[in-house]
């Protein structure tokens, strides 16, 4: 399954809110009705870290600034007010199918 | 607290393999998965499989199907990842990382390793 995303540069002011595409090249629902899936982190010089799984679904830990949203094969991850340590790259991730696949990222940082 | 630490970076020459751990603690091994990605500097995490100690499921990417081997150590909560055959392709920052889905119906990452830098040279 290939993952894109847009855009992949997104240069953001901090307090002003933030918005990132992601496609999937088929629907990521299963058989049980759940869609895979998920929103990763990556900070500089980090292990990337889960924010959203689900589609919707805030990880433990996860501010509320961030929310996910999208079906079938057209996902969105928002952030309500940036905040600096935002920065970093974003990816979104299925997991229908093995190999699971990340999107190329949206490097997200401050204006 | 939940933690995978792994073992550090290493440099191999072409042909040869590389074995990498990841040590886990404050959780019950043999209770969740460990997965294996890949990061090239600059490009996006790329899943190499999983190992699952608990029932013994073990899945490869099919881009590895016959250079990769995944094993662990329960008595050491520890999980392995060989790589075979090694090109400078190979050179990335390899990750494990817990799948803490199953209760969720998915899989997803909740912990990760801090990865290791292998460098194929």
């Known amino acids: 399954i290939v993952m894109t995303q847009s855009p992949l540069s997104l240069p953001v002011t901090p307090g002003e809110p933030a918005s990132i595409s992601c496609r999937s090249s088929q629907s990521l629902v299963n058989s049980n009705g759940y869609t895979q899936l998920g929103w990763y982190l990556q900070k500089p010089g980090q292990s990337p870290q889960l924010l959203i799984y689900l589609v919707s679904n805030r990880a433990s830990g996860v501010p509320g600034r961030f929310s996910g949203s999208g079906s079938g094969t057209d996902f969105t991850l928002k952030i309500s007010r940036v905040e600096a340590e935002d920065v970093g790259v974003y990816y979104c991730?299925?997991?229908?199918?093995?190999?699971?696949?990340f999107g190329p990222g949206t490097r997200v940082d401050l204006k | 607290q939940v933690q995978l630490v792994q073992s550090g970076a290493e440099v191999k020459k072409p042909g040869a393999s590389v074995k990498l751990s990841c040590r886990t603690s404050g959780y019950t091994f043999t209770g969740r998965a460990v997965h294996w990605l890949r990061q090239v500097p600059g490009q996006r995490p790329e899943c190499l499989g999983y190992i699952n100690a608990g029932n013994g499921n073990i899945r490869y990417s099919p881009n590895f199907l016959d250079r990769l081997t995944f094993t662990s150590d329960t008595s050491a909560t520890t999980a392995y990842m060989e790589l075979s055959s090694l090109r400078s392709e190979d050179t990335a920052v390899y990750y494990c990382a817990r799948d803490g889905g199953w209760t969720y119906g998915t899989t997803l990452f909740d912990y990760w390793g801090q990865g290791a830098l292998v460098t194929v040279s």
């Open positions: 991730m299925q997991t229908l199918q093995s190999p699971y696949t």
